[in-house]
């Protein structure tokens, strides 16, 4: 249901303040204004909580907020009346289905007064690559950022992707995430800047060059041009210059030469950046994911007696001034991506989770919208299908996750689960081979893994613990403690003393492995190497 938000008394002069019963919304006073005078809106992404955000505004100074749901929602662009969107698996085009000076209001739920009305109208099923930014070319191609494979790909009739380029240090086009390769910034209709946290060619390598390995390639020579960024984001080319979000400093800014010109600190995790006029639009993130910990944005903030927020900011290209902004408080702690839509004032979109997608259709010679009956309930077979589109809305509860030992593994049949390993195995084993039985114990929700747990017979009562993945939207449930704990169990069972595991000292292992490792009593020794070893005795 579309949310439209008034303003309310507030004892702040500049401050504007809006209440939903899961968010809250703070705003800069005049920010409605701007946008109506402006005669333009804004689009957000959230993918944390599976959200498509509008912000528009009406004559008498309100804003007015519209959301949708969709399954992952990321990279946004706006081109002309139509709306593209990244979602988990798939690339969504939306059309604008109300014709200049055409107002919807017949149906119920939608705002009377909305001046376009976004329809999602084709969709390419990419599979989960994890896309980050999209855009059109100026041959109207989508080309978009596949952050799993680290390279910029195109749609195909025929593949989930084409690839079109890749940073000349990546070996191979393999879905790990080496680089965090996730902006990507056009100069005339053409892709010629990518941002990506590091340079570097290994699983998900980029995690431990988060402070200063950020980089900007320039496409056409494949060459780094600028080093020494904080996790890069959102690369925009405008007005002759290069602007990026040094997301890990919070800071805007543009590039001058091979050096970041730092124009304005914002008070969170910079992602998300658009122009209008002399104003830039910057979407800011709070600091929850353990991926963010440790930067220099978190020490900035503690050192001001700060928090990171989460919101837009619209700033001032010459002063570096923020103008207006919007503070976000409750459900929605993270922003992606953020478009402005010209010539438009309230925005509306259609989803999935009510009847509007089936009963609003339009044809040549319809002269608009026209409106069908509602549909009537049809007797089937089975359960109902699942709405395409939507994400899996469950609330993962202790008592909902399954824990079970998996029989019978080997380096053959863990293959359709490396994506479930870490480190990944398949790796482990071109170098290592397989020197003892496989216990594994898995976690389950609704019938789906989420969590995986191996260890290795050694022979003398000791066992390796040898991979350990949760999913990243169950993680922080205690899912991961658990399963060591039944593991641990089940190696008691086949005759083992003692656990041990070896990884790489980085910043994964001392924020993730290292405290859950110390809770069920593991000593871990050395910590001043480079690799670190766990040791449990369990008999």
């Not at 498509?52 to 004559?59: K, M, N, T």
């Not at 990507?184 to 431990?208: F, H, Q």
């Not at 984001?233 to 800071?251: A, C, D, M, V």
């Amino acid at each position: 249901m579309p949310v439209c938000l008034a303003p309310s008394v507030c004892p702040y002069p500049n401050l504007m303040t809006i209440n939903s019963p899961t968010l809250n919304i703070n705003t800069s006073l005049e920010l409605a204004h701007w946008l109506h005078q402006q005669n333009i809106s804004l689009a957000f992404s959230t993918y944390q909580t599976n959200r498509l955000f509008f912000v528009g505004s009406s004559p008498e100074g309100r804003l007015k907020l519209h959301e949708r749901l969709f399954d992952k929602p990321m990279g946004l662009y706006a081109a002309g009346e139509q709306l593209y969107l990244s979602t988990r698996y798939q690339i969504w085009r939306f059309d604008n289905h109300l014709s200049p000076g055409e107002i919807q209001g017949a149906i119920a739920s939608q705002d009377p007064q909305a001046d376009r009305l976004y329809v999602p109208r084709v969709a390419h099923t990419t599979g989960d690559l994890n896309v980050h930014d999209v855009v059109l070319d100026d041959s109207r191609k989508v080309i978009f950022v596949n952050t799993d494979f680290s390279c910029l790909a195109t749609l195909s009739d025929d593949y989930s992707f084409v690839p079109i380029w890749q940073p000349s240090f990546i070996s191979k086009l393999v879905p790990e995430d080496r680089c965090h390769l996730n902006g990507l910034a056009l100069v005339e209709g053409k892709p010629a800047y990518v941002t990506a946290c590091s340079s570097t060619d290994t699983a998900a390598g980029w995690r431990n060059c988060r402070i200063d390995g950020g980089v900007v390639i320039e496409v056409s020579s494949n060459e780094i041009v600028v080093r020494g960024l904080s996790m890069p984001h959102s690369p925009r080319f405008y007005q002759g210059k290069l602007w990026l979000l040094n997301s890990g400093t919070g800071e805007l800014g543009f590039i001058e030469g091979e050096k970041f010109v730092p124009i304005a600190f914002c008070p969170g995790f910079v992602r998300g950046l658009a122009f209008w006029g002399d104003v830039a639009l910057v979407g800011l993130s709070k600091l929850r994911a353990r991926t963010f910990t440790g930067l220099v944005l978190e020490e900035r903030l503690a050192k001001q007696g700060n928090v990171p927020q989460c919101g837009l900011m619209a700033i001032s290209l010459t002063t570096g001034e923020v103008l207006h902004w919007l503070q976000l408080e409750g459900a929605v702690e993270e922003l992606f991506d953020v478009v402005v839509l010209p010539g438009v004032r309230r925005p509306q979109a259609l989803g999935f989770q009510s009847d509007e997608i089936e009963r609003l259709v339009t044809f040549p010679g319809s002269e608009g919208i026209v409106i069908t009956k509602p549909t009537a309930e049809r007797p089937s077979k089975g359960a109902k299908a699942p709405v395409a589109g939507l994400p899996k809305l469950r609330e993962i509860t202790p008592s909902a996750i399954k824990y079970q030992r998996v029989y019978h593994l080997n380096p053959n049949n863990l293959l359709p689960y490396d994506a479930l390993t870490f480190p990944r195995l398949s790796q482990r084993w071109q170098t290592q081979p397989q020197r003892g039985e496989l216990i594994g114990l898995s976690a389950s929700l609704d019938g789906e893994i989420v969590g995986f747990a191996i260890a290795e017979l050694l022979g003398d009562g000791v066992a390796e613990l040898i991979s350990l993945l949760v999913l990243p939207e169950c993680r922080n449930r205690g899912i991961g403690t658990r399963l060591i704990q039944a593991l641990e169990v089940e190696l008691v069972k086949n005759g083992c003393r003692q656990i041990q595991v070896s990884y790489p000292k980085d910043d994964f292992t001392d924020l993730a492995l290292l405290p859950l490792l110390r809770k069920l009593n593991w000593q871990w020794e050395p910590l001043n190497q480079a690799v670190a070893t766990a040791v449990k005795h369990i008999s």
